[in-house]
């Protein structure tokens, strides 16, 4: 469900970007990494919150971090255990999002002459 609306999103900057007459497929990618980068900022956060509060223990970590497996077999209870983890790192992501939208609205809009116009 997450992928249909990390696609919709880049879909619709994408026509912004073909409305402002940019480089569509650019600003498609551009939103997918400021996505992926943005949730990775909010994972990272939520990260250090569990660590600092105790949930998990920075040691744990550490020796966990040398492998996928072992890094997902510890983490994986903390964010299914509570979603508002999972629901802060999305929102995150939605942020870049925003924020690549912000620019491409910022841009002006192209302006494309009608061929039909003065004919009477």
Do not use: C
Not at 26 to 55: D, E, K, N, R
Not at 61 to 86: Q, R
């Amino acid at each position: 469900m997450v992928i249909f609306l990390i696609v919709y999103m880049a879909y619709r900057n994408g026509l912004i970007a073909k409305l402002k007459g940019k480089n569509q497929v650019l600003w498609v990618l551009l939103t997918l990494v400021a996505f992926w980068m943005f949730a990775s900022l909010g994972g990272f956060i939520v990260l250090q919150i569990l660590i600092s509060t105790g949930q998990i223990n920075a040691n744990d970590y550490k020796a966990a971090s040398e492998t996928a497996d072992k890094l997902n077999d510890l983490l994986t209870p903390f964010l299914i255990s509570n979603p508002i983890h999972i629901i802060t790192i999305m929102a995150f992501g939605m942020g870049g999002y925003l924020l690549v939208r912000y620019i491409l609205e910022k841009m002006p809009n192209i302006n494309i002459p009608k061929d039909n116009e003065g004919v009477v």
